[in-house]
Nanobody, 121 residues
Framework: QVQLVESGGGLVQAGGSLRLSCAASGRTFSSYAMGWFRQAPGKEREFVAA????????RYADPVKGRVTISKDNAKNTLYLQMNNLKPEDTAVYYC??????????????WGQGTQVTVSS
């Protein structure tokens, strides 16, 4: 079975940086697109970033574009989200997800448990 385990969240001041990681197991990591989503209190889960199977194609949500970089290391079965210039509105639980397809856009059928990111002003 697929397991996705996020780490790297925490409390950071506005303007700071964090790198989230998602360790994957149970299905060939290199064959599938991956994504990051987030959910703030009282809000619906929203898309943050996505990457195709090889890492050659990425997509970003407008609120994070230019501040966030998604990457994947297929040799380590790990997905990353580098977040810079963080803002209080980035505060949320961040989830990684594995896509059903190699390419973007892809629906997602496996989800991690999430990691909390809190940005103080």
């Amino acid at each position: 079975q697929v397991q996705l385990v996020e780490s790297g969240g925490g409390l950071v001041q506005a303007g700071g940086s964090l790198r989230l990681s998602c360790a994957a197991s149970g299905r060939t990591f290199s064959s599938y697109a991956m994504g990051w989503f987030r959910q703030a209190p009282g809000k619906e889960r929203e898309f943050v970033a996505a990457i195709n199977w090889s890492g050659s194609n990425t997509r970003y949500a407008d609120p994070v574009k230019g501040r966030v970089t998604i990457s994947k290391d297929n040799a380590k079965n790990t997905l990353y989200l580098q977040m810079n210039n963080l803002k209080p509105e980035d505060t949320a639980v961040y989830y990684c997800a594995q896509g059903r397809l190699q390419y973007l856009p892809s629906p997602y059928d496996h989800w991690g448990q999430g990691t909390q990111v809190t940005v103080s002003s």
